[in-house]
């Protein structure tokens, strides 16, 4: 089975993914695959023409740079989503099939409606939380502003919808561990 995970930034979507994995499921990370694209030199070339040369470090994409610029500016994220989805997607594709024997396949993709990825899986979970604790969140993990907070949040597709979409959806407001028995609850009608 390929269960798509998905939910909004800071919803808690990386503690439910690494406890799937502790449980044994084969985690397929598009964060991570993203980033192992962008430190290409074809796609980091890409990006520099596209973004400027402000946005490389030391031959190494500046993240927060590229984050603020995209942010900012709507035609600029879509132009980061163009030179970057179809990379980011055939890796996706080429590790479900070197996987297909696995007995439960994650596919962690924060943007998986967005980018219209649910064709790839057999159900969706949604990990959601309230706007007022993503945004908490969201400051504390990354040092920004409030401000950039709620853009980075505004940018992407409301909880509320995704949850409507998905199959299963866990609600993260409480502590780890009301958030880690969810999961494994989960995880055990998912498998039996």
């Known amino acids: 089975m390929i269960l798509g ?17 502790e449980l044994g499921s084969y985690i397929i990370d598009a964060d991570k695959i993203s980033r192992e694209v962008s430190d290409s030199l074809k796609v980091l070339k890409k990006l520099e023409q596209n973004f400027g040369p402000e946005i490389i470090d030391n031959g190494h994409l500046d993240r927060q740079k590229l984050r603020e610029i995209v942010f900012e500016n709507k035609e600029k994220r879509e132009l980061l989503n163009e030179i970057m989805h179809p990379v980011i997607v055939k890796k996706i594709i080429e590790e ?31 990990v959601c939380t309230d706007e007022e604790i993503q945004i908490e969140r969201v400051k504390v993990r990354d040092g920004i502003e409030w401000k950039l907070a709620k853009k980075i949040i505004d940018a992407q597709m409301p909880l509320r919808k995704k949850i409507n ?28």
């Open 5 to 21: 995970l998905t939910g909004g930034i800071a919803s808690g979507k990386s503690t439910v993914s690494k406890r799937l994995k």
């Open 96 to 126: 479900i099939e070197k996987n297909r024997e696995k007995e439960l396949i994650i596919l962690d993709i924060p943007l998986l409606y967005e980018t219209g990825l649910e064709y790839l899986c057999d159900k969706v979970l949604v």
């Open 165 to 192: 979409k998905a199959d299963i959806y866990i609600e993260n407001n409480g502590n780890l561990e009301e958030l880690l028995k969810k999961v494994e609850l989960i995880y055990r009608e998912i498998t039996k």
